[in-house]
């Protein structure tokens, strides 16, 4: 918007010196985390008490988890919080008209309503284990992501036609082959509802989604800004993707705004972020790592919510099916719970073992 702003006043013979930083996508970056923040840091209470008004509070779960019982009543589907201060953070200070914007903005907004409907029902019926069927979820989930996959193989997607059915792999410098459309089309979709679920089911310890989230997006915020940037492009030898550096802004307001929302969901908890928020991450953080190719670096960069799916999936495929359990519980952060480790120390371990691996994925960019 304010760009738009700049332009009119430019047109009009009204042309500051200052008008130039907007040019500069750090510049950007930097202004739209601090609004998202500084949003939420100013009206992040009120919407908390809003939450609790309109009885959007948590049920809880009896053995879903240890101690879950202390925790009801309070406030859920804080992800709202997130969304409000992103959309406005990017409304000020992205570039509307950019398409890799308009699809990032677009799934983080959708996968937000489901998770919105899902907490809804979850209050309604008072219990976290019914909000909305599998199934449900599943198809809902689907609707966006099919479409997505065949309009990433479509002209009309920004980024380079010969990239678009490449497999990348980090440290790799050159693609290993071409999977081609229908191949790439199914693998977009497996990995896409991978990512979208793994950072759902991670969501359970007050701030566990928040720092893993952060350093994610950071680092694919990062790699989008390489990627938008002729000469750091052929410096680091990544293609050049025109226009991909303004995904690099829509990751700085969901930092600033995970930050402003980790002033109220550190332990002990004001607000629980719910699906509405891990969804929308989730969404946020798969589109991210399609448009700026670097989908399987995601087990490094945000390898937290693959080692926490990987948990679930093993306890419920394999250990089910042999009538034992693998693990004490799964995830595996609730092992670490009931092993009696507090929960502060386990969320602030795992924060530390997020960021060795989003150190390792950074380094792909030079170690190539």
């Not at 937000?112 to 979850?122: E, P, R, S, V, Y």
């Not at 036609?161 to 693998?187: N, R, S």
Request: proline content about 4%; some cysteine; overall charge positive.
């Amino acid at each position: 918007m304010i760009d738009i702003l700049v332009t009119i006043l430019q047109e009009s013979g009204v042309d500051f010196g200052f008008f130039r930083l907007l040019d500069f996508i750090t510049f950007r970056v930097l202004l739209t985390a601090m609004t998202a923040l500084i949003f939420l840091l100013i009206f992040g209470h009120r919407i908390i008490v809003e939450l609790y008004q309109k009885r959007m509070r948590d049920t809880g779960s009896d053995f879903a988890a240890l101690d879950m019982r202390n925790k009801r009543g309070t406030p859920t589907a804080g992800g709202i919080m997130i969304i409000f201060a992103v959309f406005i953070s990017v409304f000020l200070w992205g570039k509307l008209g950019n398409p890799y914007l308009q699809v990032i903005l677009f799934s983080f907004l959708y996968f937000g309503l489901i998770g919105w409907f899902d907490d809804a029902q979850k209050v309604r019926m008072k219990s976290s284990l019914f909000g909305l069927s599998q199934l449900a979820k599943t198809v809902l989930q689907l609707l966006f992501i099919v479409p997505y996959a065949i309009w990433f193989i479509s002209p009309f997607n920004p980024v380079p036609a010969i990239h678009h059915t490449e497999v990348w792999l980090p440290f790799v410098k050159h693609p290993l082959f071409d999977a081609g459309p229908i191949l790439f089309g199914a693998f977009i979709i497996f990995v896409f509802f991978s990512i979208l679920n793994a950072v759902n089911i991670t969501d359970g310890l007050d701030g566990l989604v928040t720092g893993p989230s952060i350093l994610a997006v950071a680092a694919y915020g990062i790699f989008a800004y390489i990627l938008g940037n002729t000469v750091l492009s052929g410096y680091f030898l990544f293609p050049y993707f025109a226009g991909c550096g303004e995904l690099s802004v829509f990751a700085g307001g969901l930092v600033g705004a995970l930050f402003g929302f980790l002033w109220y969901n550190a332990y002990p908890a004001e607000v629980f972020m719910g699906d509405t928020g891990s969804l929308a991450i989730g969404g946020a953080l798969a589109v991210m790592a399609f448009q700026t190719r670097q989908e399987m670096l995601f087990p490094l960069a945000g390898g937290m919510f693959v080692v926490m799916i990987f948990s679930s999936l093993v306890q419920e495929k394999i250990g089910m099916r042999l009538g034992r359990r693998i693990l004490i519980r799964a995830p595996i952060h609730h092992s670490l719970r009931y092993r009696g480790i507090a929960e502060p120390k386990v969320v602030t371990r795992l924060w530390i073992i997020s960021t060795l691996m989003m150190l390792v994925a950074l380094l792909s960019i030079k170690l190539r």
